[in-house]
């Protein structure tokens, strides 16, 4: 399955956006757009580093694909790495959300007559449900978390509690 990061941050995963969310009020990344920056690690493939500040919390998101098994038999997978630290002078408390969305339907889909650009869109409506720190979509393991998480308002959401003292940094990871 194809996956790619937006200058966001969003990551398109198997036709679903994965993207994060930070406080309350939720703030994304592109609501602080002049504060993202996006490079690639050691200058070239295959990690995406995703870098923005939201209020006194400094956000760095590592991602790439890898095999999961060393004979390659297996599908990739997707690993994020998700950084917080904490630049102010007070502690940082509050959610880190994991979003998962559906994306939006391809406006090009069909167009050219024989779809070698897009894989098949699994058009099932979702059903998610979060156990063990593992994000289900209709039964079938979607996002691992490494860390304890709780569901968020949405059924879709992972949502970690941060408590964040200054100068500190703290670290989440997943797989997809």
């Not at 930070?22 to 920056?37: F, H, I, K, M, W």
């Not at 904490?86 to 969305?101: D, K, S, Y």
Request: glycine share 8%.
């Amino acid at each position: 399955y194809e996956k790619a990061v937006g200058w966001d941050g969003r990551i398109h995963s198997e036709g679903r956006r994965i993207s994060l969310a930070l406080g309350e009020p939720a703030v994304r990344l592109a609501d602080v757009r002049d504060t993202v920056r996006r490079h690639l690690a050691d200058g070239w493939m295959p990690a995406v580093i995703v870098e923005a500040q939201v209020g006194q919390v400094a956000v760095k998101q590592t991602s790439f694909v890898a095999f999961t098994d060393a004979k390659k038999n297996s599908g990739p997978a997707l690993f994020v790495r998700v950084e917080l630290t904490n630049l102010g002078e007070q502690p940082f408390i509050g959610p880190l959300a994991v979003e998962v969305r559906d994306a939006p339907p391809d406006p090009f889909e069909g167009s050219l007559g024989v779809e070698i650009f897009n894989p098949p869109r699994d058009n099932t409506s979702s059903r998610w449900e979060l156990k063990n720190n593992m994000l289900f979509r209709n039964c079938r393991p979607f996002l691992a978390a490494g860390r304890k998480c709780r569901a968020g308002d949405d059924p879709a959401d992972m949502v970690f509690d941060v408590n964040l003292q200054p100068g500190k940094t703290t670290i989440f990871d997943l797989v997809c």
